[in-house]
C-alpha cells in the first residue's frame, strides 16, 4: 500500500486539449478525449479538466483560437495543472508559443504515445526503438526542447534520452541517431535469424488496436503468463509461444497495439517487431466489441496494415469481450436463440467473415476460436506454400 501512496502522490494533474474540425461529430471529439484520458493515465497522470474547441482548420500560432486559449490559461493558473496535452501534433512553433502562454508544460499527443513506449520498453530492442523514436522526434524540436528540458526534471513526457542527456547540438544528436539505427541494424540482423530457424511451422500473429485483448488471448492459447493489464500498450516487444491444436503445431505471435495517430517515428523504429506481423501466414485481428466506436479501430487497424504491406495476408476477425457487449449489437427483441447464434447473425458477423466470437476473460466460445484457427491453418497447409 505504501509503494501505491507513493506513486499518487507523484501523479501529475493534467488538462487534455482537442478540436472539433468540419470532418468531426462532437461526439467523435469526445471519444477521442476519452482516449487521451487512458493514454494519460497510462503514463501516470491524473486528468482534472478537458477542454474542446470548434474551429474550421488550427490556428497557426497556437493551435486553439485565442479566446479558449485565455480560458484554459485561467484555469491552469487556478487548479496549478501541470500538463496541458493536445489530441494533434503540435509544431515546434505552436509548442513554444502555448508554453509562453500557458506557462506549463505543452505536450501532443505524439509525444504523450512515446511518454508510454518509455515506460513500457523492457528489452534492449525495445528501448532502442523507443529512444531512436523519440530523438527522431526531438531532432526538429531541438531549439524549444533544449531551454524546456533543462528546466524540467522527471515527469510525463521526460522519459528516455530526454531525460538523462540534455543534446545542445544537432550534430550530436543526429550521431545519437545514427549509433542507435547501426545497433538496431544488428538486433534485426539476429530476430530474421531467429524466425527464419523457426522451421516449417505456420506463424500466426495477433493484430488489433490497443488494448483489445491479445495478450489474455495469447495465454489462453498457450497457457503462458505474459503480462496483460488493462493499460493501453501493455506489450511493446513481440512474444512467440507455441500452442498446438489437435496434434497441428504452430507458433502464436503477440505483437504491438495499434493506435489512431500512431507517430510514423515509431512505426519506422519498431520495424523489426512488425516483420514479425509481415511475415506471419496467418493473423488473428483482434477487436474489442465491447467498445463503442470498435469499427473506427477496425479501420485504424487495416490501414496500419497496408502501410506495413501485410494488409493481404490472411485474417480470421476475433470479437473478443462480448461479455461486456451492449445492446448495440443485437436488437432489443425477444429471441430465442442463444446469444452467441444471435451475434453469427449480426451485420457484424455477416460483413466482416471468417469471424467469432468470444470473451477470453471469461473463456468463452474459445472452442470455436481453436476450431476457426484450426481450419485456417489446415486451408493454409494445402493450399499456400510458407513464407520464408
Not at 305 to 311: D, F, M, V
Amino acid at each position: 500500500m505504501a509503494k501505491l501512496t507513493e506513486t499518487a502522490k507523484k501523479q501529475e494533474k493534467v488538462a487534455l486539449v482537442g478540436v472539433i474540425n468540419q470532418h468531426q461529430r462532437s461526439e467523435q471529439a469526445e471519444e477521442y478525449l476519452d482516449e487521451l484520458s487512458f493514454l494519460a493515465y497510462t503514463a501516470g497522470g491524473r486528468v482534472i479538466k478537458r477542454f474542446l474547441q470548434r474551429l474550421p482548420y488550427p490556428n497557426p500560432r497556437t493551435f486553439i483560437g485565442e479566446g479558449k486559449l485565455n480560458e484554459i490559461a485561467a484555469y491552469v493558473k487556478e487548479h496549478e495543472a501541470d500538463i496541458v496535452v493536445f489530441d494533434d501534433e503540435l509544431s515546434p512553433s505552436q509548442i513554444r508559443n502555448l508554453e509562453q502562454s500557458l506557462k506549463c508544460k505543452i505536450l501532443d499527443r505524439s509525444n504523450l504515445i512515446l511518454d508510454i513506449f518509455a515506460t513500457r520498453a523492457r528489452t534492449a530492442q525495445a528501448k532502442y526503438q523507443v529512444e531512436l523514436a523519440q530523438a527522431q522526434y526531438l531532432l526538429p524540436r531541438l531549439t524549444r526542447m533544449w531551454t524546456h528540458l533543462s528546466k524540467q526534471k522527471g515527469g510525463i513526457g521526460m522519459k528516455g534520452p530526454g531525460e538523462t542527456e540534455i543534446e545542445t547540438d544537432r550534430r550530436a544528436l543526429r550521431n545519437k541517431i545514427s549509433k542507435l539505427q547501426d545497433r538496431l541494424k544488428a538486433i534485426d540482423k539476429q530476430s530474421f535469424t531467429r524466425r527464419q530457424n523457426r522451421g516449417d511451422k505456420i506463424r500466426v500473429a495477433l493484430v488489433g488496436y490497443t488494448n483489445v485483448g491479445k495478450s489474455t488471448i495469447l495465454n489462453l492459447l498457450s497457457k503462458s503468463d505474459v503480462l496483460a493489464e488493462d493499460k493501453l500498450f501493455a506489450t511493446l516487444d513481440s512474444t512467440v509461444r507455441k500452442i498446438v491444436i489437435q496434434d497441428m503445431p504452430m507458433l502464436l505471435t503477440d505483437t504491438v497495439g495499434f493506435i489512431r495517430k500512431l507517430p510514423h517515428q515509431l512505426v519506422e523504429c519498431f520495424k523489426s517487431t512488425l516483420d514479425e506481423i509481415r511475415e506471419a501466414d496467418l493473423l488473428l485481428h483482434v477487436v474489442d466489441v465491447s467498445h463503442p466506436n470498435f469499427e473506427e479501430q477496425i479501420e485504424v487497424v487495416n490501414k496500419t496494415l497496408e502501410e506495413i504491406g501485410a494488409h493481404r495476408t490472411p485474417r480470421l476477425l476475433v470479437f473478443n469481450k462480448i461479455d461486456k457487449a451492449t445492446g448495440k449489437l443485437i436488437p432489443e427483441q425477444p429471441d430465442e436463440l442463444p446469444y452467441l447464434e444471435q451475434l453469427k447473425n449480426t451485420w457484424i458477423a455477416k460483413e466482416n467473415a471468417p469471424v467469432v466470437f468470444i470473451s477470453a476473460a471469461q473463456k468463452q466460445n474459445i472452442s470455436e476460436l481453436k476450431n476457426r484457427l484450426l481450419e485456417m491453418v489446415l486451408e493454409l497447409k494445402r493450399d499456400e506454400p510458407l513464407k520464408a
